[in-house]
């Protein structure tokens, strides 16, 4: 049974940071692509940041710069560091596990707001 859990949300003030972490469970870790995801209310569930297996990564334009995606294999878990955070960065935070299937964690809300 395959499972991603997701931690770290919360609400946070603009200029704040948070870390996000996705435990894996059920999948051999180090051979997937890994991702975090968003969807805000209204909007369509947007990529945001990707780590390859082989540790490659990529971001959205709006997050370059600000957010760090890693992956710790041995741990089986993906975090993503979130600085310098704005209110346009609040969503749900879903984690992504791709390699041929996908799977998708339970969602993490991230609220920025003073």
């Known amino acids: 049974q395959v499972q991603l859990v997701e931690s770290g949300g919360g609400l946070v003030q603009p200029g704040g940071s948070l870390r996000l972490s996705c435990a894996a469970s059920?999948?051999?870790?180090?051979?997937?692509?890994m991702g975090w995801y968003r969807q805000a209310p209204g909007k369509q569930r947007e990529s945001v940041a990707g780590?390859?297996?082989?540790?490659?990564?990529n971001y959205a334009d709006s997050v370059k710069g600000r957010f760090t995606i890693s992956r710790d294999n041995a741990k089986k878990t993906v975090y993503l560091q979130m600085n310098s955070l704005k209110p346009e960065d609040t969503a749900v935070y879903y984690c992504?596990?791709?390699?041929?299937?996908?799977?998708w964690g339970q969602g993490t809300q991230v609220t920025v707001s003073s």
């Open positions: 992504n596990a791709a390699h041929g299937n996908d799977y």
């Open positions: 059920g999948i051999f870790f180090s051979i997937y692509s």
């Open positions: 780590i390859s297996p082989g540790g490659n990564t």
